[in-house]
């Protein structure tokens, strides 16, 4: 019980901040046939709960697959999207169909003893994706596989208004009546863009863009994805990645790649300061900057177990708030989880390096570098030639980093005076 309700007061900031916003959600037809899809539907269910505008999107590749196969068809493709003649439209409309059916059926439960207890959802669908053909490409025709021309802003952000689930679909449909088979993910990142929705969140197989060395990449921005893009050549989690880019250069704040396939993987991504996919965003997830005085609250929830455990001096609110200007903070998602201080020295040309701290959560991340980088840069900007730093516990840290072992007598004598023997810190210097 105390783990849950620990959880719950750390996601009421993200229960706050994303009522009433615009969230476009991309689920592939591989995440509709997976188990773990009632779960998915019961997250969609939750975040509607909490004021959130969702737009569902979904996808049906293997459906569509599975009827080719049915019918003796076979499927043909070029430069990976598939080529949509007639029989294979037919395939294309009875795969959605029954797709879209099925998730409004989902969405309709009203099941006691269930997470969709007293929901009673709408869910609305139409003709709210106008398309157009692709043609012909290389020599290639495309025959009914078309691209999204527009999405009907005005039609889906009254359905929203009125509170229902959009549902789009991969079709669209032209002025002259003609049906497009739509890729899903065309769908979803244009309905992000057009309604300017703050989130597009886009399920794929794996928990999100994984590295050449099999480790989760949790944070990207827009510019750096085409090195991933290259690197991964041809397959879903490059269109996912691609989809999720393009939306953030089109204005989307924020563009998330989350699993399918892990339970409550929705939710750890939107209500947890480090989520659980990766995130594609224009502005910087986590942030070196100068302290404001906003920011003392922070920085007593951090520094406070430090000062506890003897490794940092005390400092009262008092000291911190006289003092702020001297600290610069790492700030990731509204959380102060860095911190370090320059005092310069009376009398001298010298700097202290004070109070630098990192969250237990957060180390080993490289935010002591980034900071200990800030402090010298702001050293010598204000014209200090050496920095020095005292501590009890860290000494190693600091001589790896350029630190020379140094004393009393080496400190100005207007900090010399200050020392305090009784704590015994150990001395640094360095030359800046």
Not at 266 to 286: I, K, N, P
Not at 360 to 379: F, K, N, Q, S, V
């Amino acid at each position: 019980m105390p783990e849950y309700v620990n959880w719950l007061r750390h996601a009421s900031p993200y229960i706050n901040a994303h009522r009433d916003c615009t969230f476009v959600v991309m689920l592939p037809g591989d995440g509709v046939e997976h188990s773990n899809f009632g779960n998915i539907v019961h997250d969609l269910v939750l975040l509607h709960s909490l004021g959130v505008r969702l737009v569902l999107v979904h996808g049906s590749r293997p459906q569509i697959e599975a009827r080719l196969a049915a019918r003796g068809l076979t499927p043909h493709y070029h430069h990976g999207m598939r080529i949509t003649d007639a029989a294979t439209l037919e395939c294309v409309i009875d795969a959605v169909g029954q797709l879209r059916i099925a998730i409004e059926a989902r969405l309709s439960m009203d099941m006691a003893s269930s997470p969709m207890q007293g929901s009673r959802l709408r869910v609305a669908s139409g003709n709210l994706v106008t398309a157009r053909p692709i043609g012909v490409l290389e020599g290639v025709d495309y025959h009914h596989t078309g691209e999204v021309r527009r999405v009907d802003r005005k039609g889906i952000n009254r359905l929203l208004d009125e509170r229902s689930i959009v549902l789009l679909s991969p079709l669209g449909y032209s002025p002259t009546g003609e049906i497009f088979n739509l890729a899903c993910e065309d769908v979803a990142t244009r309905a992000a863009i057009d309604l300017g929705a703050d989130k597009l969140l886009l399920f794929g197989a794996e928990e999100g863009l994984i590295d050449e060395h099999g480790r989760l990449v949790r944070e990207l921005r827009p510019q750096q994805v085409p090195a991933h893009l290259q690197r991964l050549g041809s397959n879903y989690q490059a269109e996912l990645l691609d989809a999720a880019a393009e939306a953030c250069r089109g204005g989307v704040a924020r563009s998330h790649i989350v699993s399918y396939a892990e339970d409550g993987a929705l939710l750890t991504e939107l209500f947890t300061r480090d989520g659980g996919g990766t995130l594609v965003a224009q502005e910087q997830f986590e942030v070196v900057r100068e302290a404001a005085i906003e920011d003392v609250g922070g920085l007593l929830d951090l520094i406070s177990p430090l000062e506890e455990q003897g490794i940092l001096v005390r400092r009262s609110r008092e000291v911190l708030e006289r003092e702020i200007e001297q600290f610069s903070v790492v700030e990731r998602e509204g959380m102060i989880i860095a911190c370090a201080a320059l005092y310069q020295i009376a009398d001298s040309d010298a700097g202290e390096l004070a109070c630098l701290a990192v969250n237990p959560e957060y180390r080993h991340g490289g935010r002591g570098d980034e900071l200990l980088e800030r402090i010298e840069t702001r050293a010598r900007a204000q014209g200090l030639k050496t920095l020095f730093v005292l501590t009890t516990r860290t000494a190693h840290w600091f001589r790896e980093r350029g630190f020379a072992p140094s004393s009393v007598e080496r400190l100005p004598s207007a900090r010399a005076s200050l020392y305090n023997y009784q704590r015994n810190s150990k001395i640094f210097e360095k030359a800046l």
